[in-house]
């Protein structure tokens, strides 16, 4: 099966240091994408190719940051489910304090 799983990392900050990720010693700027740029991703996963899966899409809204320190995630979500694109997500469920997201 050749299914493609893009991934759309929506933040870059993160509330954790875990030692077996690559997340605290990187130098690029942090931040949170915004929904133009977000759109803009999506168009690019719409225009791939997904022929052996029935044209099915999927996307992934993380890497190495915390998706859920970007406010903009339940709009990214709603605006990629309505292209008709299955979403996913990782989260370590940590906010900026340490406490558990609601």
Not at 12 to 21: A, D, P, R
Not at 52 to 70: A, D
Request: hydrophobic share 35%; glycine share 6%; aromatic share 12%.
């Amino acid at each position: 099966m050749t299914f493609k799983i893009m991934e759309i990392e929506t933040s870059n900050y993160c509330t954790l240091k875990c030692i077996y990720c690559p997340h605290p010693s990187q130098i690029r700027p942090k931040g949170n994408m915004s929904l133009e740029t977000f759109k803009r991703s999506i168009d690019l996963v719409i225009r791939s190719d997904n022929p052996e899966y029935k044209g099915r899409k999927f996307v992934w809204l993380n890497h190495f940051g915390e998706p859920l320190l970007n406010p903009m995630l339940p709009d990214f979500i709603s605006y990629a489910t309505g292209c008709g694109i299955e979403v996913s997500f990782a989260s370590n469920g940590v906010d900026q304090n340490r406490n558990l997201f609601p």
